[in-house]
């Protein structure tokens, strides 16, 4: 039962276009979500998170949306670059139950960005 | 700028053998989170720990699979006769206080355990 979907296991791009990685969730009582980058041989960083109060987030080039609706998230990346080549994966929790550290991660989306 | 560290970085088992993965939180944080990362999978939840309590056990296979967390000291994630499904990457977490709310956990760089 994957309650956290990343249906795209890869996605490459050109430099300096834009990233687009896309997440599902089943689980209606999740309200916090994040996004980490990992590396090969490295720990997940955390890159951008959204409450679900919120439909968009921007950080710098990388910008998350949210459609509750749809239990649907996306991350943007714009311009794409190089060293963006990484395994993304979409987490969600539920922030309000008192479990807020049992994150549920997707299986990743690999992005290339070619140069 | 020490971050969540953890040892070793890659150990390697034959069957039956007892894994021992550590786990040294960042400095003044008291709660430890492990994960596992199965091939081909996203990160799962295992076990919540402050010092010297399991709080949260609830992702942690019932057998062969016991962590500590001692008042001095790393954590210890402890494999038991390990078999090889339990070939994975384990990820460590830690933070100062009980997570707060949209407070995101930061890994280390995890151990990679392989059984032969």
């Known amino acids: 039962d994957q309650q956290v979907k990343q249906n795209s296991p890869s996605l490459s791009v050109q430099e300096g276009r834009i990233s687009i990685l896309n997440c599902d969730y089943t689980?209606?009582?999740?309200?916090?979500f994040l996004w980490y980058k990992k590396y090969p041989a490295e720990g997940p960083t955390f890159l951008i998170s959204i409450s679900s109060i919120k439909d968009k987030n921007e950080d710098g080039r990388f910008t998350v949306f949210l459609n509750k609706s749809a239990k649907h998230l996306s991350l943007h990346i714009v311009p794409s670059q190089p060293g963006d080549s990484a395994v993304y994966f979409c987490a969600a929790v539920q922030d309000s139950g008192g479990s807020n550290y049992k994150l549920t991660f997707g299986k990743g989306t690999l992005l290339t960005v070619n140069p | 700028n020490a971050g969540v560290m953890q040892n070793p970085r890659h150990l390697v088992r034959r069957r039956g053998q007892e894994a021992r993965l550590r786990c040294s939180p960042m400095?003044?944080?008291?709660?430890v989170y492990w994960y596992r990362q199965l091939p081909e999978e996203g990160l799962k939840f295992m076990v919540y720990?402050?010092?010297?309590?399991?709080?949260?056990e609830s992702g942690m296979p019932k057998e062969r699979f016991s962590a500590e967390f001692p008042k001095e000291g790393p954590s210890i994630l402890r494999i038991q006769q390990v078999v090889r499904g339990d070939s994975a990457a384990y990820f460590c977490?830690?933070?100062?206080?009980?997570?707060?709310?949209?407070?995101?956990?930061?890994f280390g760089n995890g151990t990679r355990l392989t059984v032969t």
């Open positions: 400095k003044g944080h008291s709660h």
């Open positions: 689980n209606s009582m999740f309200d916090y």
């Open positions: 977490a830690s933070s100062r206080t009980s997570t707060a709310r949209g407070s995101p956990l930061h």
């Open positions: 720990l402050q010092k010297e309590n399991i709080i949260d």
